[in-house]
Every structure is written in structure tokens, then in C-alpha cells.
């Protein structure tokens, strides 16, 4: 069985963070491990508070992870302060797997999570990740990208890694809206495109989309293969999820993996 690690947070409710990225590594029956850098306590309204875990203690968790097990991909998602991304660097930066950063720290609502001197440290760790998978908001904060932006889209066609820009709502010659994420890559171009659902059970759904593309890397599939069948993963949980809460509901992973065996 591959092993894949997720470095992120935890999210009380259970629909994001670690607790997303495990019932997506689930999905994929892949055997999942965990360094956590924060604590939040929220619920499918909003958060209340977060607590850092120290840098120190990180790092002790990446140590006994590695120590024991033969890691086949990581997923990195919030990782809060200068202090854990420079520890979290010093960890990644000798690594020969598959590395899909998720740089999360604004959310769908636009609430920025990292102060900005911790946004530019963690653009230092692009260098060594496979995939940035960016939403919409912190593509503009990163790359000042819009839409036919050809200077943000220079800017990206430049970095070591793949990037991926995640859920464009567009409609298609039929009228029909389509969710839209596109991937740049070297001198390429290619979009994925999914029917857009108008539902409000889309939390975590930036969470598991990463964690899905390193469980498929680390199953051998190539990242175009990753991409399309973490897409299709996530269209489902959205579709079939279980419309808990009283915010921005949790999706359904296990009816998304079942899903995809049809």
C-alpha cells in the first residue's frame, strides 16, 4: 500500500485540513500520515480560533513520519507562520517524491490567512513542489492572475513547477456554466472542465482536490491522469454530499470514491 503524508491543519468540523485529506487518501486506498501545524476551532459557518503547533514539533513529526515509513507523495495545505514553512522547506528541499502545495491562505470568502511576509517565504518552497493548486484569490495575490492576464501568465509559465488555477466559472457555446481549472505547465496550456454545481457543500473541496492529485501521483498515474480523476473525485463528493451543518456543508469523499468505480 503507497503512503502519502498531508502537512496542514486541522479543522474541528471535519470537513477540511488533515481531516479531509485523510478521508480522500481513504478514497484512493492509500495509507495516510500526518504532521499538523495548526489547530482551528470552527464549524461549517467560520472559524473562531486557531492555535499554532511550535516549528520544533513539526518538525519532530516529519522525523518519526519519515522514520518509519517509505512517504510516496505529500500534500502541503496551511502551514500559518514564517517558522514552519522555513522548517517545512528544510525538510522538503532534498526530497526525490511527488509534492502537491496547496498555498492556502486566503479563503473562498477572501479572508486572508498568512500575513504577507509569510506569503512571500512560502513562494520559496515552489521550487521544490511538483503542483501549486492556487483558488482563484490567491492566484491574484500571488500573481496579480486574471483572466487573460499574459503577464501573470508569464510570470507562472516561469516557475520549476506546475500550477494549476483552480475553479473559473465560464459558460460553454451551449450556455451551460462549467467549473473551470487550468493548468500551466512550462509552455502549455490545458484546462479541465466539469459541470458547474450550484451547491453550498463545497467545504474542503480545495483540500481534497490536492490531497486527490498526491494520492494519484503516488499511485504511479502520470499528473495529467491525477488531475482529471481528482476532478471527477471532487465533482462527485460535491454532487453526492451529505448536507450536514449550517454554513458551507462538508462533501461526500466516501460516495465520491464509490463513484468512481462505476
Do not use: W
Not at 107 to 116: D, E, F, I, P
Not at 151 to 159: G, Q, T, V, Y
Not at 188 to 211: A, V
Request: proline share 2%; with cysteine; aromatic share 8%.
Amino acid at each position: 500500500m503507497k503512503v502519502v503524508l498531508s502537512i496542514a491543519g486541522s479543522d474541528s468540523s471535519g470537513g477540511a485540513g488533515i481531516q479531509a485529506d485523510l478521508k480522500t487518501f481513504e478514497a484512493f486506498d492509500v495509507f495516510g500520515c500526518t504532521v499538523l501545524t495548526v489547530l482551528t476551532a470552527q464549524n461549517t459557518t467560520g472559524v473562531k480560533s486557531i492555535s499554532t503547533v511550535d516549528a520544533s514539533f513539526v518538525k519532530e513529526q516529519l522525523e518519526m513520519v519519515f522514520e518509519d515509513f517509505e512517504v510516496g507523495a505529500i500534500k502541503i495545505g496551511m502551514l500559518f507562520s514564517n517558522e514552519i514553512i522555513d522548517t517545512i522547506r528544510e525538510f522538503i528541499k532534498d526530497l526525490n517524491i511527488p509534492i502537491v502545495l496547496d498555498p492556502v491562505f486566503i479563503s473562498k470568502a477572501g479572508s486572508m490567512l498568512l500575513s504577507q511576509d509569510a506569503i512571500l517565504n512560502m513562494k520559496t518552497l515552489f521550487d521544490y513542489a511538483t503542483i501549486i493548486t492556487p483558488n482563484q484569490f490567491e492566484a491574484k495575490a500571488l500573481f496579480n492572475y486574471e483572466k487573460n492576464s499574459n503577464e501573470a501568465i508569464d510570470k507562472i509559465k516561469k516557475l520549476k513547477c506546475a500550477t494549476i488555477i483552480k475553479n473559473a466559472i465560464e459558460m460553454n457555446k451551449n450556455q451551460e456554466e462549467k467549473s473551470i481549472d487550468t493548468l500551466y505547465l512550462n509552455q502549455t496550456i490545458t484546462k479541465y472542465e466539469t459541470p458547474f454545481l450550484n451547491s453550498r457543500n463545497t467545504h474542503g473541496t480545495g483540500c481534497s482536490f490536492s490531497s486527490a492529485i498526491a494520492a494519484n501521483l503516488a499511485l504511479g498515474k502520470s499528473l495529467d491522469e491525477a488531475i482529471e480523476t481528482s476532478n471527477r473525485f471532487i465533482y462527485n463528493a460535491i454532487k453526492y454530499a451529505p448536507n450536514l451543518g449550517k454554513g458551507k456543508g462538508p462533501i461526500g469523499h466516501k460516495k465520491a470514491s464509490l463513484s468512481l468505480q462505476d
